[in-house]
């Protein structure tokens, strides 16, 4: 049950995305969910939040640009979708391309910027080693007045197939506009870090 309009990216729903891409994308944001679901015979009454997006048009992630995609959604109302882009050389311009928030505020308005930070507080390693991925961060959005910590609940949430990839729960803590919030969101990270060489000298 949706509680408020799609967040519409960066009003047109039109975004330019990595070297030669671009998407159309909404978000429906802050859905209440109720009912029941059926384990093994048990079955258990439940309610909680969730997020759906709608993604079409020639961004190709699967190609050279990888992304870490975060959802926030925080107790006062507030939603983020945030972007980081990377290029082939494994860094993220300061461009509206590479950079995208769209923040959705408890009226229903929305905005979109580039005018943000998303900082890489932790990492982790799959259990073979043979990935590392972010699993902490430090959200600012200095206009909107937004200071959040994001952290991983469960870092090894790898998917395997048909290529590997994280996606996992986020669990958020900080402040909008001075006043303390809580929520919780979802992470999708298709960039991962090559391992450090590390040498005694």
């Known amino acids: 049950s949706a509680q408020k309009p799609p967040l519409i990216i960066a ?11 671009y998407s159309y994308y909404y978000s429906l944001t802050d859905l209440l ?24 048009g020639s961004y190709n992630p699967y190609e050279k640009e990888k992304y870490e995609w975060l959802n926030v959604q925080l107790d006062n109302q507030v939603e983020l979708n945030i972007w980081n882009i990377f290029t082939p050389q494994n860094t993220i311009p300061s461009s509206s391309a590479y950079r995208i928030c769209s ?12 005018d943000f930070t998303l900082e890489r507080m932790k990492y982790s390693y799959t259990p073979d080693s043979a990935r590392c991925y972010a699993n902490g961060w430090h959200i600012k959005a200095d206009t909107q007045q937004i200071d959040l910590i994001a952290v991983a609940r469960f870092p090894d949430h790898e998917i395997k197939i048909p290529f590997r990839f994280f996606e996992g729960s986020i669990a958020i ?9 809580s929520g919780q969101g979802f992470a ?12 005694m000298v």
């Not at 009003?11 to 891409?21: M, P």
């Not at 029941?36 to 909680?48: L, M, S």
């Not at 999708?188 to 040498?199: D, G, K, S, T, W």
């Open 11 to 21: 009003d047109s729903g039109l975004v330019n995305q990595g070297a030669s891409g």
């Open 33 to 56: 969910v109720s009912g029941t679901i059926t384990f093994d015979g048990f079955t258990e009454a439940i309610t909680g939040v969730a997020w759906i997006d709608r993604q079409f």
């Open 103 to 114: 923040v959705s505020f408890a009226d229903g308005t929305s905005c979109t910027t580039s």
């Open 173 to 181: 803590e900080g402040t909008v506009k001075g006043v303390p919030v």
């Open 188 to 199: 999708e990270l298709l960039h991962a870090y090559e391992q450090p060489e590390i040498r």
